[in-house]
């Protein structure tokens, strides 16, 4: 499977933006997607994950209410919706497949890595 994050900018505070991780070269409907995200202080945090069917999805704490990760099987793609962004939000986001039933914020358990997209939100 083969994922290109895209959608990243810049933001202002309180702004939204929406991520998308398109995939290709496999059975989309078959993986768990999840996002992560990685900054030079914090290294890579988990932001949200969503089931294979997107039934059940998780969220980082530090995320919880502001974003809401959806998926699109017939599209083969999986959004990150993030509202009222804070300063402490920017990173480098990266989607994440793993061929599990499990949701997991591990990213160990992850298979397939996208390229990542630089989201940057200014005071």
């Known amino acids: 499977v083969q994922l290109q994050a895209s959608g990243g900018g810049l933001v202002q505070a309180g702004g939204s933006l929406t991520l998308s991780c398109s995939a290709s070269?496999?059975?989309?409907?078959?993986?768990?997607v999840g996002w992560f995200r990685r900054t030079s202080e914090k290294g890579r945090e988990f932001v949200a994950a969503?089931?294979?069917?997107?039934?059940?999805?998780d969220y980082g704490d530090s995320v919880k209410g502001r974003f809401s990760i959806s998926r699109n099987n017939d599209k083969n793609t999986v959004n990150l919706e993030m509202n009222v962004l804070w300063p402490e939000d920017t990173a480098v986001y990266y989607c994440?497949?793993?061929?599990?039933?499990?949701?997991?914020?591990?990213?160990?358990?992850?298979?397939?890595w996208g390229q990542g997209t630089l989201v940057t939100v200014s005071s």
């Open positions: 994440a497949a793993a061929f599990t039933t499990v949701v997991s914020r591990k990213s160990n358990r992850y298979d397939y």
């Open positions: 969503i089931s294979r069917a997107g039934l059940t999805t």
């Open positions: 070269g496999g059975t989309f409907s078959s993986h768990v």
